[in-house]
Each structure stands twice: as C-alpha cells, then as structure tokens.
C-alpha cells in the first residue's frame, strides 16, 4: 500500500472518528434536553395535582354539605339553654333526655379523677421514700467512695502523664540545647576560617607584586588603579565641579539679565498703559465738558423760544387799562 493511499486512509479515520464523537456528543445534549424537558413536566404535574388536593377536592366544592356523611353532627344543636336567642316564648325549655351540662360535667369529672390518681401516686411514693431511705443512703454512700476512687485513679494518672510528659519536653530541651551548642561551634570554626583567610590571602593583603616582569599589570592581583591615576581621577573630578559651578554662575547671570529685561519691558508696557489711561480720562473730561456747555446752550436756546412765544404779563400791560377817557 503506498503512502499517499495510506494516509487517505486514516484521514478517512479520523473524520470517521469525529463524526462518531460529534454524534455521542449530540446524543448525550439530546438526552439532557429530554430529562430537563421530562423534569419540568414532573414538576408541573406535581404543582397541578398538589393544587387539585388543596383546592378542587370534594370538600371544598359548594354543594359538599348536600352529600356530606357527617352533616347532622356538624349541625348546630336545637338549643344550648334557656337563654338561646333562637327559642322564643312559644319554644320548650327542654326536650326529654336533654342533658345540657353533660360536657361540662364529665369534664369535671375527669379532672377530679385525675386529682385522685395523683393524690394515691403521691401516697405511694411517699410509702417508698420512707422505706427505702437506708437503702437510698447506702447506695448514695458507695457512689461517693466509688467516686472518690474513680478520681483518686484518675489523678494518680494524670500525675503520672504529666510527669513523663515534662521528662519527654526535658529531653527535647536538652536536645535543642545541644543543637545550638553544636551550630555555635560551628559557626565559630566558620568565623575562624574566615578570619584566617582574610589575614592570610595575599589579594586581600597585597602582600605580593601585581606587576610582571614585562611591566604588565597583574589582572588577577590588581584591586584598583595607582595613586597618580587616583590624583588625576580627583584633579578631573575638581575640574568638572569648577566648569559646573561656572556654568550654573553663568546661568544665573543669564537669568538675572533676562529677568531685568522682563522688568523693564513691565514698567514700560505700565507706563504705555498709564499714558493711555491718563489720555482716555482727558477725552472723557473734554468730552463731559463739551457734553456740559451744549446742554447749557440747549437750555438757552429753550428758554429764548419759550420766552418768545409766551405771553408775558409786565407792568406795562397792567398800566395801560383806565387810562382812556371818554
């Protein structure tokens, strides 16, 4: 069988095997649906029948009196004495064999018996009280010793416990105890070492040259760089601080000059601002007094008219009358 019919064979087998499980899977949904649906259905039956037993049963109907077995015993007595509403003046006070407190009585009845039968239960047990008091204080009196004994055994045991329990918690002790000893002598071994090595290793001590014999450094015995590389590192160091304190001098020298230039350009744009002020209230004061003198000049001008098509009445006027003759 070649390769090629081989693997179209078990694609085909594959494909054959995902079908069968996409069917089991749709199955098993299926049957889940079918029980869900089977349950609800359970349920509603279940509401159904319990609703017909509380409230469509035969006794709840409206005609259940008419077929009713104990509807004679269930109806109201004919009378319940000689003050019932219902018997008027024509009414018996009382049929033959009525026997009105015949509940009542046995009631009573019943409830004095019961007094009698506790009344000669108590007697009796008062008989046996009196009869049996020795006895009861000797068993009492063996209870007690049974008792002190029972926790006389029991303390001794708990004793007992107790001391083995502190000899186990001494031994464990003493076993933590020894367990630290041996830790600290330990770490002491340890710290000697190490002191040892630090006072005897030669990369530590620089008891040995780092140098070559061609003059070469040593790089598995140098620490770090020489004094003159160290100085010139420092005299670097001292220079950049001296060019960083010189570029902050400059700095702030910028920034007071600008600063000065802003102060400047504010007291001039407060001066513009003044004169501009200043002008406008000149304007506005030119402007209120021409504004003054055309409202003299109107006042003048209405007063002239007024004056000129008004009558006035002088003295004149009144000197005229009777001074003709006839």
């Not at 006794?59 to 104990?70: V, W, Y």
């Not at 100085?231 to 001296?242: E, H, K, S, T, W």
């Amino acid at each position: 069988m070649s390769k090629q019919a081989h693997g179209s064979l078990a694609r085909a087998f594959r494909a054959s095997i995902a079908e069968d499980r996409a069917m089991l899977a749709l199955d098993k949904q299926l049957k889940l649906q079918e029980a869900a649906k089977k349950q609800t259905i359970f349920e509603l039956e279940k509401d159904c029948r319990e609703f017909s037993s509380q409230q469509l049963s035969k006794e709840k109907s409206d005609t259940f009196d008419l077929n009713d077995p104990l509807r004679l015993r269930k109806e109201a007595q004919m009378r319940y004495g000689d003050a019932d509403p219902r018997c008027g003046a024509a009414s018996m006070l009382k049929f033959g064999g009525e026997d009105l407190m015949k509940a009542e009585r046995k009631r009573q009845q019943q409830k004095q018996q019961v007094m009698f039968i506790e009344q000669q239960q108590f007697e009796k047990e008062m008989l046996i009280e009196e009869n049996s008091d020795k006895k009861y204080i000797q068993e009492t009196a063996e209870m007690i010793a049974l008792r002190n004994e029972m926790e006389t055994n029991e303390q001794n045991l708990r004793k007992e416990l107790q001391q083995s329990q502190q000899a186990v918690n001494l031994d464990h002790a003493a076993g933590r105890a020894r367990q630290q000893q041996e830790l600290k002598e330990q770490e002491s071994l340890l710290d000697a070492a190490e002191l040892y090595h630090h006072g005897h290793d030669p990369f530590l001590n620089e008891c040995k040259d780092n140098t070559n014999p061609n003059g070469r450094v040593r790089r598995a015995e140098y620490k770090g760089a020489t004094k003159e590389e160290r100085m010139q590192g420092l005299r670097i160091l001292r220079q950049q601080a001296a060019e960083q304190n010189m570029q902050k001098y400059n700095e702030k020298v910028e920034d007071f000059r600008f600063q000065n230039l802003q102060e400047a350009a504010r007291r001039q744009l407060i001066l513009q601002e003044r004169d501009k002020a200043r002008n406008r209230r000149a304007m506005a004061e030119a402007m209120a007094k021409e504004n003054l003198q055309l409202k003299a000049e109107k006042v003048q001008q209405t007063k002239a008219m007024n004056e000129l098509y008004t009558n006035k009445f002088s003295d004149d006027f009144f000197a005229q009358f009777g001074t003709t003759t006839r």
